[in-house]
């Protein structure tokens, strides 16, 4: 099953932890967002294979857009 | 010859030094401290500082009145009231009301978030100590609003505007320290990882039309807060067009930071040691603390109260982003937040509250000033 890690808050992205085809664990930092001059981290919501990663560092997101996709 | 020499060492202002000027630039070079060393406030607190020291060297003048260089400035920019409206046109050109439309009822958490305002001034008047004008600027301080502070202490208590203006800004430098053990006692961690529904989109034809509804609401309802509300609204209204950049980018960038130039030096000169070495003073900061405190703990327990009615529980730590110091409240709602639960992510709904409290403590000076100007 696939899982998208949507983004919770608008910002830029600061760093991606991951690459495709990387295994990730419930709860590990994937991405950091910064918003309001905070660094917000991202955690992946299940354990599985990054199948995509749909932004780069320095990338504009709005709430809710697509910043990855798991494999669980 | 020698009395030449004293004569000489007369006209000098080493001779004319006193132990009270000197008190207050060791407070103004604990501001310049906090401001480069540990980064308080440093956009306001250094030029406040160094403004203290200025207006406290003997015979230098620069607060005479009528001539002196920062006596202009702070005639012309505070008693004038241009500087504080011409701050909220550029916090208006920064300003995104879209969390707050997103989720409207937490507009109540902004509003609740002014309890510590109200509670002060009644504290502030039971001392005795103050009169009515002077509790109502002490009480604004739990506002967290620094223009807003100035601009009423200013219109209702001007001796009080130096040390009102130094307390808010220093404390909403500490709302991170503040804050967060009044965040713990009040809430429960299960209420502490309550996650919020999400807000419905918002159409950038509401964020347009909403300063030129607001704009107009407001002013009705609270006529003497118009100064300040008709430049925020103005200046979201850059914002949201879209078809001034210039001018929203001048707003928010080159104007905000020339006029917090002119305002921090403004509201240290006003300092001198004769009108601020006061037992007053420590009252001051005492209550600002008390309300600061307050206004934290009654937006907590307002966002708690509304929970008993409604299904859609909010995280009653959303209340203490409504003291509306932006964005540094929303942020530690959202590291609270985040400790009892790091996939909660609380920021965007906190700023609703925040840029409601925003309002909420121009509505509260606006309502001070229509009951308490005309008395003085």
Redo the contacts between chains.
Sequence with gaps: MQQKILAPLAGRILKVHITPGARVEEDDEVLVVEALKMETPIFAPCTGAVKEVCVSEGDSVEEDDVLAVIEE | MSETLTALFETTGFYHLAPGPILMWAIAFTLIYLAIRKQYEPLLLLPIGFGILLANLPLAGLMAPGEGLLWRFHHYGIQWEIIPPLIFLGLGALTDFRPLLANPRLIFLGAGAQGGVYVTFFAAVASGKFTLQQAATAGIIGGADGPTTIFLANKLAPEMLGWCAVAAYSYMAMVPIIQPPIMRLLTTVKERTIRMKKGRKVSDREALLFPLVATPAIILLVPASAPLIAMFMLGNLFRESRVVERLTHAAQNELLNIVTIFLGLSVGATMNAEAFLKPMAIFIFFLGLFAFMISTATGILLAKFLNLFTRDKLNPLLGAAGVSAV?MA??VV?KVGAEAD??N?L??YA?GPNVAGVIGTVIAAGIFLTLLGLAR
């Design positions: 964005p929303a942020r959202h790091k996939k992510y920021l965007m700023m």
